[in-house]
């Protein structure tokens, strides 16, 4: 198969969303917004292997489509439009994210795949082309081909990295991400926050004032900072994920959010606290169908 092609293996880290404001819905059903996000140390794993034949997809997890509604394939699909690369290529997911957490497992996924790729095809795509394609397969995609976090605007294609010296506040923070026995769709729920009428957005001046800010002060800490806009609708139809994060806020005094459309929540830990007696809360609180993982934003 020549030089380029050989097997391509690339991280897929997961992203958490310390502030998303959703502004309002778009003419073409999806939503603006603004948001910060940030990828962790933490997430799946995907291997690319070239083949003949059609792109395929595997997991080494049930529950994952291995079919065209898997975004790895649109991401093939979408880089063959971009290039003309025909090649058919097989694709293992080795997954840690969770299905439906609102953590980006499937848009991550599609974006390394996206660079594998590019790898074995040796390199047809630049920078501004990866773009392109990752905003052609998924609102989220974008932000993975950052190395950083980022403010989002638009629905989520219109990406820019954190500045420097905010950055320099977050990185490499502890962050505990855990997640109940069940899932939340995203489509759901967008859906019931747009069943809510223009009340359940957050203007668009008042969430650019809201970052700005906490981007101006220097030094103030990320608690500030942290939104998000799909608590509401979510909390409403499930009481156990609010009840949770009130008894973290007062047992250990830190500041859990939720991330993106849920279920999954994170708290920020400082080095010097001890994440066992928070585990152990959620545990008791969620049971045993419970996932928690402690992780760095990256």
């Known amino acids: 198969m020549g030089r380029l092609l050989r097997m391509q293996s690339h991280p897929a880290p997961a992203k958490i969303n310390l502030f998303l404001a959703i502004t309002g819905r778009r003419p073409d ?6 948001s910060v996000a940030a990828p962790l140390t933490w997430g799946d794993l995907i291997e690319a292997e070239p083949v003949a034949g059609p792109s395929t997809v595997s997991c080494d997890q049930p529950g994952v489509p291995t079919d065209g509604s898997n975004l790895v394939l649109k991401a093939a699909a979408a880089f063959a439009v971009a290039t003309g690369w025909q090649q058919g290529v097989h694709f293992t997911i080795r997954k840690k994210i969770p299905f439906g957490a609102g953590l980006g497992g499937a848009s991550t996924d599609a974006v390394a795949a996206l660079r594998a790729m590019n790898g074995l095809s040796g390199g047809l795509l630049d920078r501004e082309g990866l773009l392109q394609a990752a905003a052609a397969v998924g ?24 500045p420097r010296e905010a950055y320099g506040r977050i990185r490499g923070m502890r962050v505990l991400v ?4 069940f899932a939340v769709p995203t489509p759901w729920a967008y859906g019931r926050l747009a069943a809510e009428g ?19 002060r220097a030094g103030e800490p990320i608690d500030s900072l942290l939104y998000n806009t ?21 047992r250990f005094g830190l500041a859990p959010r939720m991330s993106g459309s849920g279920s999954a929540c994170f708290a920020l830990l400082h080095e010097d606290v001890d994440a066992g007696p928070v585990e152990a809360q959620i545990r008791e609180s969620w049971g045993p169908s419970a996932f928690v993982v402690e992780t760095r934003l990256a």
């Not at 855990?178 to 026995?181: Q, T, Y």
């Not at 957005?201 to 906490?214: C, D, H, N």
Request: hydrophobic share 45%.
């Open 29 to 34: 059903a999806f939503h603006n917004l603004v």
């Open 139 to 162: 609102s989220d995609c974008p932000l993975f081909l950052a190395p950083g976090p980022v403010i989002m605007r638009g629905r989520g294609e219109r990406i820019e990295p954190l």
């Open 178 to 181: 855990f997640k109940p026995g």
């Open 198 to 216: 223009p009340k359940s957005y957050v203007t668009l001046a008042g969430a650019e004032a809201r970052l700005s800010a906490w981007l101006e």
């Open 230 to 250: 799909m608590e509401r609708p979510v909390f409403a139809k499930f009481p156990a994920v609010p009840l949770l994060l009130e008894q973290i806020r007062g």
